[in-house]
């Protein structure tokens, strides 16, 4: 045996204990999970979990809920990302440093510290609530409301959005701006036909990323609405240990619709980028 092929079969039992993890915490759970989801208790093997969420309207509710969540909270967030992302390629060093390292650690504030926070700021006796009521801004505004979850969502999607879109701005050079200005190309033709079509990929992936983060997310809804509103992720977990409506099968079938979801939007993201692969060409 000589040392390439040694080499590759050392490489490949390095990547031993990562398959295995793997297994056991990714493909078993699924696994687990499709099995108990045609599981049930008053019917048997069969779709009756999958015909009893969609001929119903309070699952139906849960569903769109937090497709519109995690949809306008992404577009918000992205929105806000790309400007600061930008913007960051454009100050100095050691401010964009700062702001890096800021959104590195607020990426990481969410869950039951994040809900007090928000309770404080924009609850309904909240700092900035009474503050906009005085000045007339605002009439009434629930932060417990679907609205209220919008503008959460989209505080913890900024800072992952600004991590990831902020290395893509690396593609764009300086000379193709310069170039575009001398061919007489103003700032909205740059953008128009070369710096969005080479940002389009990694807007895309991102915009996917923060689908994910928000259709999964758990803990701060859970906290800010203590269970009340109604989203796949809290009707999931009270299934799986409510008090009263203990039901796993149900809960594995709600799983699998979100896991649905979400190869539906993994398989646009890919159609989409094929097409603005071939559009860039």
Known sequence: MNSITRGKWLAVLCLVPFALFFFVFQIAPLGWVMIHSVQSEEFGWGLANFSKIFNSKF???????????????SIFGIIIAVLGSYSLRRVDSRLRNFVNAFANMTSNFSGVPLAFAFIILLGFNGTFTIMLKQAGIIQDFNLYSKTGLIILYTYFQIPLGVLLLYPAFDALREDWRESAALLGANGWQYWRHIGLPVLTPALLGTFVILLANALGAYATVYALTTGNFNVLTIRIAAMVSGDISLDP???????????????????????LLKRSYHVSR
């Open 59 to 73: 699952y139906l509710q849960a569903i769109q809920y937090s497709l519109e969540i995690s949809f306008w909270s």
């Open 249 to 271: 099968n149900m809960a594995s079938a709600l799983a699998v619709v979100l896991v649905a979801l979400m190869t539906l939007v993994t398989i646009v993201h890919q159609l």
